[in-house]
């Protein structure tokens, strides 16, 4: 009788491990230069937090962990209860519905997360209104590489925005 192979403990917050385990993080079949070039940054960003970036220490013995940012995923591509929200917070404009709203729908909804349902609430003292919030959603999910395809949530892609390109808050912020 076959043994299961256990899931292995880098995607212990992973439903979907073994399509990764199997295929790669971004790579398959006919790959685009796009995706190849967002695995190519990936594997650069993970030896780079490991000072190894571009200096392989034997040869043929790369090996790393790809960052899944599984909530990020949740909150641009499985996040379909947004645009109600959003709609209804037109209609009313208040903050505290919506954001209670977004909060239970998404506690829901979000996946990948072996029932540990992160604390979102840092996301609303972020943004003054939700209209900040949802505009910043739709900024970055029309920044999906490939966005018309067809996809599961999981294995879509962003542009790679650094760190350096982060927005400095201001009091003009959102206005």
Same mark, same amino acid.
């Given at each position: ?12 917050? @992973? ?18 230069? %796009? ?5 190519? @940054?990936? $594997? ?17 013995? @790369? ?20 645009? $109600? $929200? ?12 919506? %954001?209670?709203?977004?909060?239970? @729908? ?8 072996? /029932? ?26 029309? /920044? ?6 067809? +996809?599961? %949530? ?8 650094? +760190? ?6 201001? +009091?003009?912020?959102?206005?």
């Amino acid at each position: 009788m076959l043994k299961t192979l256990p899931r292995p403990s880098a995607y212990s917050q @992973l439903d979907f491990w073994v399509d990764e385990a199997i295929w790669g993080h971004r790579l398959y079949d006919e790959q685009t230069p %796009w995706l190849c070039f967002m695995e190519f @940054l990936g $594997v650069l960003n993970s030896e780079y937090q490991k000072d190894f970036a571009f200096n392989e220490q034997s040869y043929n013995t @790369l090996s790393y962990n790809p960052y899944s940012r599984i909530y990020l995923r949740n909150l641009l591509f499985n996040n379909p209860y947004l645009e $109600v $929200v959003y709609k209804d917070y037109e209609d009313h404009r208040d903050e505290k519905r919506a %954001w209670e709203e977004w909060t239970k @729908l998404a506690q829901q909804s979000f996946a990948g997360l072996n /029932n540990e349902y992160p604390n979102l609430i840092y996301l609303q003292s972020n943004f003054e209104k939700f209209e900040y919030f949802y505009e910043a959603i739709k900024f970055l999910q029309n /920044n999906t590489i490939e966005g018309e395809n067809n +996809k599961r %949530w999981s294995s879509q892609f962003i542009f790679p925005y650094g +760190k350096e390109c982060s927005i400095r808050r201001s +009091k003009n912020y959102g206005r």
